[in-house]
């Protein structure tokens, strides 16, 4: 029996309810054994060897900075191109490879995962901030990602419906480009590393993963984790060190194929330059993913279920301490119910908890010291630009916390309306219609996520139409995509809309041969 046939429909992972004592207990544990690993001298992975450096660096646990949670090599420009040339020998051999097989190795690293996943969300709670939730919905979605596009490459594989020309027979199938390079961000640090990688991987791509320098050793993981389900080492090729000083090898090798990246919009921007270019003895053009920024929005009509908007607002604001690209960092509220809303987002927004995220408050710290200094250099923008309704401060030295934080009255084009803060700050803008308020919500150079709040289904339509967002969620937060519902990924300077988790995502690593044989 053919493989897809033996397995069941993609449905998305459950998540645990960690106010059951069980299961916070279970997760307390895991983070236990992850922190008996602490101070670990970790290696790359190059040509199935370990790769060491003369120089190393530290990942710091966010919530203590007193804590390291391992020392990686700083790959060096030499160790990046051999990491290329070690794609491309192993691509030779990988690519001829049956897509069932692949699925195969991807759906053993989807169950070990699951039978680990604690171990994973654990690491995450130490190494990026996250709290049970969040770093349970990480994990979550990396075995999404895997059991979805295992399947994915099975529907890939299967034969093309074309017109057969008279006296021939036609045909089309997709084959694997080369290789690819995988640069992820620390903010998802286990889904969109394992997404981006799985879904090069299983294609029957080879892979130089570069995982972000505040996030090493989740990526570690995963990677472990690949080689044990059967990935061959050649195959993925794990190389930590500075996006700064090996990014450029990396993109722009004449070996390298594409490029899948998941980032800022500057380091976008640069990759995007730098990939066009054509090195002697390359002999492609090469492809280019980047899923970028955002300054998404939500919008809140005056006919809308307020007390259900305010809970989006907050949800989205300040889950993860609003460093997703998708989270709500524009609160647009219609002037009739603006004193309303904003009087309950600040309420909502005083009960949240912060602190240690191995105590699973509502929110953590902030990803690094950079990211801090960043947030709070915003802040004090914001409190020029508007009325600080609550936050604005550092709330404890022991590690990089900043408390949420509120800006009412803030006007469309000002700074913190406009660019992309990536922290608990949320920009409060009143609108005098849903008109001005699609208007602002449309009004910056991103386009990723967005909400609308309305009971009225000609606004909610409106909405559909005419907000321009990769992803748009009607009287829902908008943060929380869900692999196979939500196909991620957002429009103008978000991004290339790439929609991760989506049907037309395995195409964007693979290539069509059209084939006609006179018969
Ligand atoms: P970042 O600073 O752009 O870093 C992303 C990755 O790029 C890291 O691995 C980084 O390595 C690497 N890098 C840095 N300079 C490079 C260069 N010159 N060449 C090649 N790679 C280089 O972004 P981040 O701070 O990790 O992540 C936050 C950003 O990601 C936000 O803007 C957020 O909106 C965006 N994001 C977008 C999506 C989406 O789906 N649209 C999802 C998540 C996050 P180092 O760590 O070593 O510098
Ligand atoms: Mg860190």
């Known amino acids: 029996m053919k493989l897809q046939d033996q397995l069941p429909a993609y449905a998305p992972e459950?998540?645990?309810?960690?106010?059951?004592?069980?299961?916070?207990?279970?997760?307390?544990?895991?983070?236990?054994?992850?922190?008996?690993?602490?101070?670990?001298?970790?290696?790359?992975?190059?040509?199935?060897?370990?790769?060491?450096?003369?120089?190393y660096f530290n990942s710091l646990n966010p919530s203590n900075t007193s804590e390291v949670i391992g020392s990686f090599p700083l790959g060096t420009i030499d160790q990046a191109n051999e990491a290329v040339e070690s794609a491309w020998k192993a691509f030779q051999s990988w690519s001829k490879t049956t897509p069932e097989h692949r699925a195969g190795i991807l759906l053993k690293a989807a169950s070990l995962m699951k039978a680990r996943r604690h171990e994973f969300s654990a690491m995450m709670i130490l190494e990026a901030g996250k709290n049970f939730a969040e770093a349970e919905a990480d994990t979550a979605e990396a075995i999404d990602f895997m059991e979805f596009y295992a399947r994915e490459v099975l529907r890939y594989a299967e034969p093309s419906n074309l017109y057969q020309m008279p006296g021939e027979k036609d045909e089309m199938f997709y084959i694997p480009i080369g290789v690819v390079i995988v640069i992820p961000p620390w903010n998802f640090p286990c889904a969109i590393l394992a997404g981006m990688t799985v879904a090069a991987l299983v294609t029957g791509n080879s892979v130089v993963l570069k995982p972000a320098s505040d996030t090493p050793a989740i990526g570690y993981m995963v990677a472990e984790l690949l080689y044990e389900a059967g990935f061959p080492h050649g195959v993925l090729n794990f190389l930590a060190g500075s996006g700064g000083t090996i990014g450029d090898t990396l993109v722009s090798h004449p070996k390298t194929r594409m490029i899948a990246f998941t980032g800022s919009l500057d380091v976008g921007l640069r990759i995007n330059e730098m990939a066009a270019k054509v090195h002697p003895g390359q002999i492609w053009l090469k492809r280019l993913i980047a899923e970028l920024g955002g300054k998404d929005a939500i919008v809140v009509n005056?006919?809308?279920?307020?007390?259900?908007?305010?809970?989006?607002?907050v949800a989205s604001a300040f889950g993860f301490q609003g460093q997703k690209c998708s989270a709500c960092s524009r609160a647009i509220l219609h002037k009739?119910?603006?004193?309303?809303?904003?009087?309950?987002v600040v309420e909502l927004t005083n009960k949240l908890t912060i602190g240690n995220s191995a105590e699973n408050p509502n929110m953590g710290p902030v990803s690094s010291e950079r990211a801090m200094k960043t947030i709070l250099n915003y802040i004090e923008i914001g409190k020029t630009e508007g009325r600080l309704m609550t936050g604005g401060v550092r709330t404890s030295e022991t590690g990089y916390f900043i408390a949420p934080t509120v800006i009412a009255d803030i006007k469309p084009g000002a700074v913190i309306e406009q660019e992309e803060i990536f922290g608990p700050v949320l920009a409060v803008i009143k609108a005098d219609s849903f008109d001005h308020a699609l208007e602002i919500a449309n009004g910056t150079k991103y386009g990723l996520t967005g909400a609308v709040y309305s009971k009225n289904p000609e606004i909610l339509d409106r909405a559909r139409n005419e907000y321009f967002v990769g992803n748009l969620y009607l009287n829902r937060k908008c943060t929380g995509a869900m692999v196979g519902s939500h196909p991620f990924g957002g429009f103008n300077m978000s991004g290339t809309d790439s929609k991760a988790g989506g049907k037309d995502y395995l195409l964007l690593f693979l290539q069509a041969k059209s084939v006609a044989t006179k018969l």
């Open 14 to 55: 459950s998540y645990h309810d960690f106010t059951k004592p069980e299961n916070k207990t279970a997760m307390e544990t895991a983070i236990a054994k992850i922190r008996s690993t602490f101070n670990t001298k970790y290696s790359n992975w190059i040509d199935g060897k370990p790769a060491h450096s003369d120089k």
């Open 302 to 313: 005056h006919d809308a279920d307020l007390e259900a908007a305010a809970q989006g607002i």
């Open 336 to 344: 009739d119910i603006y004193d309303t809303v904003l009087a309950r």
